[in-house]
């Protein structure tokens, strides 16, 4: 049973680029979470997909946009990338129950941006 | 907001000895209490969890205590092995929305 996957695993840009994400959930999961984690510092919450839809953002710019295919898996756009966007970007996977709980998040390895 | 506040943010210990990290939240709302154990480049794995209405978890050498009245739980490792070396990440969430981190402490066990 595959985990949470991501691709690609490391990336180069430079400033002002844009950069898509890839990840694709644990099999049987439907909600997708994305996160930024710098360097020394715990995963911060980006956003969340649910039934194709964004069902919760947390505070980051208008830059970073995401989308969620049928078949539940992700991707996280970053535009006009700067250099304080680098770093470990995470996917997180989870099953949304028909009661709306589902707590448990699986992560996927992240793929590793770097901004020169 | 640091909604999880954890500490220390780093820690060693020598073989054989007890680790313990210790967190605190400010939500009361929050529901689902995961730890993650995190490996250079690599992504959070969950290591243990607990829910507010029991006090204490034990998973073979990972144990959680719980204090609900005082917001705070803590996660105590036994017997900590060099290969226990690692960040770990106390976390908090309600339902399915988004994992609340705290800031991490890098563990060193040292034989």
């Known amino acids: 049973d595959a985990g949470v996957t991501q691709s690609p695993t490391h990336l180069i840009k430079t400033r002002g680029q844009q950069v898509t994400l890839r990840c694709s959930p644990k099999?049987?999961?439907?909600?997708v979470s994305w996160y930024q984690q710098a360097l020394g510092q715990g995963p911060q919450f980006i956003f969340q997909y649910y039934e194709e839809e964004e069902r919760q953002r947390g505070n980051f710019p208008d830059r970073f946009s995401g989308h969620q295919f049928p078949n539940y898996s992700s991707e996280l756009n970053v535009n006009a990338l700067l250099l304080g966007d680098s770093a470990l970007y995470l996917c997180?996977?989870?099953?949304?129950?028909?009661?709306?709980?589902?707590?448990?998040?699986?992560f996927g390895a992240g793929t590793r941006l770097s901004v020169l | 907001q640091q909604q999880v506040k954890q500490s220390p943010q780093s820690l060693i210990v020598q073989k054989g000895g007890i680790s313990i990290i210790n967190c605190a939240y400010e939500n009361t709302a929050f529901d689902y209490f995961p730890w993650y154990q995190q490996f250079p480049g690599k992504g959070p794995a969950l290591l243990i969890a607990?829910?507010?209405?029991?006090s204490e978890k034990k998973e073979g050498r990972f144990t959680i205590s719980f204090n609900k009245s005082a917001k705070q739980f803590s996660l105590h490792i036994m017997d900590s092995q060099p290969g226990d070396s690692a960040t770990y990440f106390c976390?908090?969430?309600?339902?399915?929305?988004?994992?609340?981190f705290g800031i991490g402490t890098k563990l060193q066990v040292i034989p």
């Open positions: 607990i829910r507010p209405d029991v």
């Open positions: 099999s049987g999961h439907d909600t």
């Open positions: 997180a996977s989870s099953f949304t129950t028909s009661a709306g709980s589902g707590d448990i998040q699986y």
């Open positions: 976390a908090a969430s309600k339902g399915y929305q988004k994992v609340t």
